[in-house]
């Protein structure tokens, strides 16, 4: 299996323009994570999915950023307007989910985000 | 907020010693720990876990060890190697959220050779 593949791997927009981040999770597996990554905050939980459907975005930071996941093999992350306060390193993970803790999170090579 | 606690601390250790990572965690609710290494410019790879009702649980050249008493958690790792250097993290979950992490900051592991 290829793992988590996100993309871009790097990304560098202007303030105030749109930025949409992609990842493909592991097959099979049936929850998405989405986290961000900064020296100051360490490594965030965004949001999460479970059979496509959000569970919980209580770590969205704020109404610029959205999530979707259309379908079990692709999710979307997008800021719009983008700020410099968002540049970061965003990391995709999936999951069979954790009932006897036994599979764990598998993250991709993340997206790093520069917002000028 | 309660959090799983490491301020990023630097280890440096020699090729072939033992290395042990600390993590404190502060929630008596937590029930599920894990940990992560992470290689620059790589996302986090799983490296081991451990449930609440284990104190200990032994992988390859890896050992992690519980103390729920005072809430401490412990990566060991034998006869360290250059490629073990990384940063190392400890996360959580509580309440019986499994699905939900919550990272410590980290620690860096310098091997030396």
């Known amino acids: 299996d290829a793992g988590v593949i996100q993309s871009p791997r790097h990304e560098v927009t202007e303030m105030g323009q749109e930025v949409t981040l992609r990842c493909k999770p592991i097959s099979g597996h049936d929850y998405l994570f989405w986290y961000r990554q900064t020296m100051m905050r360490g490594l965030e939980l965004l949001i999460y999915f479970n059979n496509n459907v959000p569970i919980d975005d209580s770590g969205m930071p704020e109404d610029r950023f959205s999530a979707k996941m259309p379908n079990a093999s692709f999710s979307t992350l997008k800021i719009q307007p983008s700020e410099p306060r968002d540049s970061a390193v965003y990391f995709c993970?999936?999951?069979?989910?954790?009932?006897?803790?036994?599979?764990?999170?598998?993250f991709g090579p993340g997206t790093r985000l520069t917002v000028l | 907020g309660e959090s799983v606690g490491l301020h990023l601390p630097t280890l440096s250790v020699q090729e072939g010693d033992n290395s042990i990572i600390n993590c404190a965690y502060s929630n008596s609710a937590s029930d599920y720990f894990i940990w992560y290494k992470q290689e620059s410019g790589k996302g986090p790879q799983f490296i081991i876990d451990?449930?609440?009702?284990?104190d200990k649980r032994q992988g390859q050249r890896v050992t992690v060890l519980l103390n729920k008493t005072v809430k401490h958690l412990s990566l060991q790792i034998a006869a360290t190697q250059p490629g073990d250097s990384a940063v190392y993290f400890c996360a959580e979950t509580r309440e019986g959220n499994f699905n939900k992490f919550y990272f410590g900051s980290g620690t860096k592991l310098n091997v030396k050779p």
């Open positions: 451990i449930r609440s009702n284990m």
């Open positions: 993970a999936s999951s069979h989910g954790i009932n006897s803790a036994t599979d764990t999170q598998y």
